[in-house]
């Protein structure tokens, strides 16, 4: 596989979390929505683990999964962990074109690919007004900026806090170069007035995050019946940098899904994403900062500030109860 | 027969009016024209002369229950609002605009504007030190009669605006607009259509905001080398029946598409930024921006459309002092297409456009078409057309017609780049094959599973070629 879908979990502790996150937000919905009558529907990867996970934690039987590469669809018939999971050799858009879903669905698009960013943000806003009201969707994008290509450094002009190259006049800085290629990209996805500052590593997640709910709420306008209501939305990279989203389509009139959601702990909007960017720990350090309030005299020292520049500590006491704790099982 | 002491009404309902108008207009189109009649106020102030647009500002606010504009344009003056500005329709006799590059014409837009949106209104404005406001409310919407609306004088020195302009409120939203105001992309929309319609406006200084955040002006633009023989824009300008005609045609910024990297879900989508195709505009006012239709020529004597000719822009301004020989219709942001001074130019825009798609077809077949074409482009910046043309202009090979008269073709004047070889024997091959299958084959042949798979399939090609000629040779 080209990109980073195949690393299983315990190689990527922010996928890891962000997948919590979503469980413990179907886990909240659950009683009010009765979700375990809900049709799951995403791609498993060959493992099936999130299959396996909704499964167990909120006891929902109907699920599908999509797989295009017929070796690894083969795999998963072979890994099933639940005898209901239906696995499909087909794309997850074929599949939902040709399903008539009765009850409402949780639908995970879990796109890795960056280049066809804008059928597939076009794709996921479409389905709101497809699916049954209730239905939960989340849609996962490749939030790399380097994605929108990589061009020759002789083609680019610098500019860092006033200072400026000789050649700033007459070339692009390479945020310049990447919105250009973003608005091409997008063509009329693209958020009026977005500028250079948006196409960098930390906030090209926000420009996606942004030019997606742009597009679902323009699809929102066609629909009187229903309403989206967004309850989480996260940015993170282990390796490949990704955002996601997570709505609930409710009735036009709902207060109480709203309410539900606001209320949680971890709720939050697509202008305002979680930044999911966990340090990697010992066992004791994990203990020790489990345990301390004021954790950082305790370990007397810095932990190192990741990619995203968030502080460690403070990522860390927001997420600890869902953060994975992985260890060597022999068997 | 005779006259007999009967006589059957004839006058207009408000009902008829209100539906009417409002019906063919769109919810966008609406606040546009309302920012419309704040520059035509602008345009009063300098009173001929050039109107500095960086002393004015409007800000407009979008909200579920409300909906406001406000500028410091002028006001209305006090005889004007009596006797004009709250009329349906303009009167033959209001001879304002006369000898400004103003674009209203028909005495719709605000009222227009107004009852799109919703039920009450409330227009207050100050003119020099005088300020008054009317309410346009449903009341008087409801009632029968024509009865002319109230104008009520400030009681309080808080409701006098601190300059002079004007402030429109509406309230009691119809439901499906407040829908729209609260929806963020219907408010993208509007900033979109603002940054693009009065995009000279915002050039030239004027502050536009939406919702408290300032709308950045689109820039239409054609790429012009200063070099004599370097590439430049097909450009033409000519007085027609009193309206001065610019036009210019030429190659905008994007990158050339159709290439590998971006293939996106195996569709060649239709990547062209919003400014690729025809810029209309009209006393400065942008009234159609982009188009890719048969409106502008496209289809009509030459190709469709298509994503091939994304690089190509074109930008026609029409410019006179009568409002009514432009050829835009009432909502300004539509065209007269059968408007002499139009078909005229069309003529001209599709000889334009003719050079350009030449020019996409010579180069679609090339290998790294983008870097060989990107050597001759290198001095050349972007422009927009009264730059453009003053730049090309300059050059001993651009035709004066008359005093204001001008062309330019770049082709027969032989400063576009050619293709190394001008007919090439290159062609496309192309063909999908199982992701699997590509990685496999591209670790196969270059030791890389995530290599492009085009590079794949020209190595593979390659590959087969060699045993080819082996076995031919």
């Known amino acids: 596989m080209s990109a980073g879908s195949s690393l299983p979990y315990r190689l990527r502790p922010n996928k890891a979390v962000d997948r919590e996150l979503f469980l413990s937000l179907l886990m909240r919905l659950a009683p009010k929505l009765a979700l375990e009558k809900y049709h799951y529907v995403g791609l498993g990867g060959p493992f099936l683990e999130d299959f396996r996970l909704v499964h167990g934690r909120l006891g929902i039987a109907k699920m599908t999964c999509l797989e295009i590469e017929e070796q690894v669809h083969k795999r998963q018939i072979f890994n099933r962990p639940v005898a209901t999971i239906e696995c499909v050799h087909k794309t997850l858009e074929d599949f939902l074109d040709e399903s008539d ?26 389905t709101i007004g497809t699916v049954p009201i209730g239905s939960i969707l989340r849609v996962t994008l490749n939030a790399n900026p380097m994605s929108l290509g990589i061009p020759a450094s002789k083609d680019l002009s610098v500019e860092v806090e006033g200072e400026a190259s000789e050649d700033r006049a007459v070339k692009p800085t390479i945020q310049e170069w990447r919105l250009a290629r973003f608005k091409e990209r997008l063509g009329a996805l693209f958020p009026s007035g977005l500028t250079a500052d948006g196409m960098t590593f930390k906030t090209y997640g926000l420009s996606l995050l942004r030019a997606m709910k742009l597009a679902v709420d323009h699809e929102a306008l066609s629909y009187r019946d229903r309403r989206v209501v967004w309850a989480l939305a996260t940015h993170y990279a282990d390796g490949q940098a990704m955002v996601t989203a997570a709505m609930v389509v409710a009735p036009q009139d709902d207060t109480e899904i709203e309410e539900l959601v606001k209320g949680w702990e971890f709720y939050t909007t697509t202008d305002a994403p979680h930044r999911l960017d966990l340090p990697a720990l010992s066992t004791l350090e994990r203990l020790t900062m489990e345990s301390n309030d004021d954790a950082k005299t305790k370990l007397g020292f810095e932990l190192p500030s990741t990619d995203m520049g968030t502080d460690p500590f403070e990522v860390f006491r927001k997420f600890y109860r869902i953060y994975p704790h992985f260890s060597r099982v022999e068997l | ?91 033959p006799d209001d001879d304002r605009d006369s000898d400004t590059e103003t674009i209203g014409m028909y005495g719709v837009g605000m009222k227009r504007a107004i009852f799109k949106m919703g039920r009450n209104a409330l227009v207050r404005t100050r003119h020099d030190n005088d300020t008054f406001e009317v309410p346009i409310t449903s009341e008087w919407l409801e009632a029968k009669n024509w009865d002319p609306l109230p104008i009520n004088e400030p009681t309080k020195a808080s409701e006098k605006l601190p300059q002079p302009g004007t402030r429109i409120t509406v309230k009691d939203l119809y439901e499906g607009v407040a829908r729209h105001f609260e929806n963020e992309a219907f408010e993208n929309k509007v900033r979109t259509a603002i940054s693009e319609h009065f995009t000279m406006f915002l050039q030239c ?74 810029t ?28 091939q000719f994304a690089i190509i822009t074109g930008i026609i301004e029409f410019r006179s002092k009568r409002a009514d020989k432009l050829p ?17 130019s069309l003529v001209k825009m599709k000889e334009g456009m003719r050079i350009w798609i030449d020019y996409t077809n010579q180069w679609k077949n090339q290998a790294s078409s983008e870097q060989q074409q990107a050597r001759h482009w290198e001095d050349a910046r972007p422009m927009p057309l009264g730059k453009a ?34 007919t090439p024997s290159s062609r496309r091959v192309t063909f999908s094959k199982p992701a699997e299958e590509i990685r496999l084959v591209g670790k196969a042949l270059l030791d890389d599973e995530n290599a492009k798979p085009g590079d794949v399939g020209e190595k593979a090609f390659d590959l087969a070629l060699a045993k080819a000629k082996k076995r031919g040779g």
Not at chain 2, 52 to 60: A, L, P, Q, T, W
Not at chain 2, 210 to 236: C, H, I, M, Q, Y
Not at chain 2, 390 to 408: C, M, N, P, S
């Open chain 2, 389 to 422: 043309i003053e730049a090309v202009a300059q050059r001993k090979a651009a035709k004066r017609t008359d005093e204001e008269g001008i062309e330019f073709n770049p082709k027969k004047n032989k400063v576009l780049p050619e293709p190394p070889s001008k």
């Open chain 2, 1 to 91: 027969m005779k006259q007999s002491t009967d006589k059957a009404q004839a006058s207009p309902t408000k009902q008829f009016f209100v539906s009417m108008l409002t019906r063919d207009i769109s919810l966008d189109d609406a606040i546009l024209d309302l920012l419309d009649n704040c520059l035509d106020g602008a345009m009063r102030i300098a009173d001929g002369d050039e109107v500095d647009y960086s002393k004015h500002f409007v800000k407009i606010k979008l909200a579920k229950d409300q909906f406001s504009i406000e500028d410091n344009c002028g006001g209305i003056p006090r005889d004007v609002a009596k006797n004009y500005a709250f009329k349906m329709g303009r009167e």
């Open chain 2, 205 to 278: 200084g004027l502050k536009v905001e939406l919702n408290d955040k300032p709308v950045e002006p689109v820039r239409v633009e054609v790429l012009v080398s200063t070099r004599e023989d370097g590439p430049a824009p097909f450009v033409f300008r000519k007085i027609i029946d009193g309206v001065v005609v610019s036009i210019t045609v030429g190659r905008n910024t994007s990158h050339a598409l159709g290439n590998e990297e971006d293939e996106d879900a195996g569709f060649e989508r239709d990547r062209s930024s919003a400014t690729a195709g025809w």
């Open chain 2, 328 to 344: 835009v219709t009432t909502t300004k942001r539509a065209l007269d297409t059968s408007s002499n001074v139009w078909l005229e």
């Open chain 2, 280 to 307: 209309v505009l009209c006393n400065d006012r942008a009234v159609i921006v982009g188009d890719k239709s048969r409106l502008t020529g496209w289809g009509d004597g030459i190709p469709l459309y298509h994503p």
């Open chain 1, 101 to 126: 879903f009765g009850t409402p669905a949780i639908i995970w698009f879990d796109y890795t690919e960056p280049k066809a960013i804008t059928t597939q943000i076009e794709r996921f806003a479409r």
